[in-house]
């Protein structure tokens, strides 16, 4: 089990930016996939990005693509979800999470199988 703590929420006006941080324990994150997901209000939670265990392979969903940026360093044992162009939309509960297996090229649920996660960070965006 990875124990993950994210941060860098908070409230932004549309069009701005802001870089969130999930940083994880344990000796096993080098070897495993990492995601970023959101929950809006009222809505179930959905996949933002994902980046695989060394961070050469990422994946985006549609609603970010060209406006995030998911990356890693592994010697930090730390995942990072950069955000550009912030939409009133984009307003919800980020969370990171981890894959559960190690060395897995997926990067995307469902065959990411993300199986930790952390508090949750909220971010706001102002229209």
């Known amino acids: 089990q990875v124990h993950l703590v994210e941060s860098g929420g908070g409230l932004v006006q549309a069009g701005g930016s802001l870089r969130l941080s999930c940083a994880a324990n344990?000796?096993?994150?080098?070897?495993?996939?990492m995601g970023w997901f959101r929950q809006a209000p009222g809505k179930e939670r959905e996949f933002v990005a994902g980046?695989?265990?060394?961070?050469?392979?990422?994946h985006y969903a549609d609603s970010v693509k060209g406006r995030f940026t998911i990356s890693r360093d592994n010697p930090k044992n730390t995942v990072y979800l950069q955000m550009n162009s912030l939409k009133p939309e984009d307003t919800a509960v980020y969370y990171c999470?981890?894959?559960?297996?190690?060395?897995?090229?997926?990067?995307?649920?469902?065959?990411?199988?993300?199986?930790?996660w952390g508090q949750g960070t909220r971010v706001t965006v102002s229209s």
């Open positions: 980046i695989n265990w060394s961070g050469v392979r990422t």
């Open positions: 999470a981890a894959g559960k297996t190690y060395y897995s090229e997926y990067v995307s649920p469902p065959s990411a199988d993300f199986g930790s």
């Open positions: 344990g000796r096993t994150f080098s070897s495993i996939a």
